[in-house]
């Protein structure tokens, strides 16, 4: 992950999440699952990894839940602290790719959306989803919601390595991540968690003033 890269975006703004105010398509599916994350028995707490400007903290914090936003770039999180509700969010700065800045059992839903790409080996991967088990609580949830390979914009961008991920370099952005199959985040993240529920999303999206049909899913996991 570069942080430089990303504190440039939010300065050239040429990813559409970089300037949408609006709650991201994945948001829906989160709102399905509010009757299950009710049920968690645990902290009253949810933190967001890679919360960029907090554009998804309103939907999030239906759950009653206090809001935790981390992300590894300074000005998404200025963003963040600017917003109306800014001084109700918790945000720190920090990268997923190291330990959390956070005590056990501390969570009871941790949220990615549209930031595990930016992890591209399946060991940090696997590290991540260790750190991310260890500040839930026991039955904590872990909702992600990813881009994929047969996404309109990164399909043309998809470079296979030799062991089968698919590496992405974007020529805009300089940015290099990696996108994902829900078989692929299930066994990354095994034994871990366990996949509760997902869904398929399908919109079109401007970008680089280009139009594309963009192919996104979400998965709702429980700490094992």
């Not at 999180?77 to 059992?105: C, F, I, W």
């Not at 039955?139 to 590496?167: C, K």
Request: hydrophobic share 35%; with cysteine; net charge negative.
């Amino acid at each position: 992950m570069s942080q430089q890269l990303w504190e440039r975006e939010y300065i050239n703004k040429a990813i559409s999440s970089s300037t949408n105010t609006k709650p991201s398509h994945g948001t829906q599916f989160f709102r399905q699952c509010l009757p299950r994350i009710a049920e968690v028995e645990g902290p009253p707490r949810l933190l967001d990894l890679g919360c960029g400007g907090g554009r998804n903290a309103t939907v999030l914090k239906e759950t009653g839940l206090d809001y935790y936003g981390m992300d590894f770039a300074h000005r998404p999180l200025a963003k963040a602290a600017a917003r109306e509700d800014g001084p109700s969010l918790r945000l720190v700065q920090g990268s997923m790719a190291e330990k959390l800045p956070y005590k056990t059992n501390t969570f009871s839903i941790v949220s990615a959306f549209t930031s595990v790409e930016n992890v591209v080996e399946n060991a940090q991967l696997r590290f991540l989803s260790q750190e991310i088990r260890r500040v839930l609580c026991p039955q904590g949830l872990l909702y992600v919601y990813f881009m994929t390979p047969d996404d309109g914009y990164y399909q043309p961008l998809v470079n296979q390595s030799a062991d089968a991920r698919s590496l992405t370099y974007d020529p805009v952005t300089e940015l290099r991540q990696r996108v994902y199959q829900l078989h692929e985040l299930c066994d990354l993240f095994s034994p871990s968690f366990t996949l509760q529920a997902s869904d398929d999303f399908v919109f079109e999206d401007t970008r680089s003033h280009n139009t594309y049909l963009r192919h996104l899913a979400a998965g709702l996991w429980q700490a094992s």
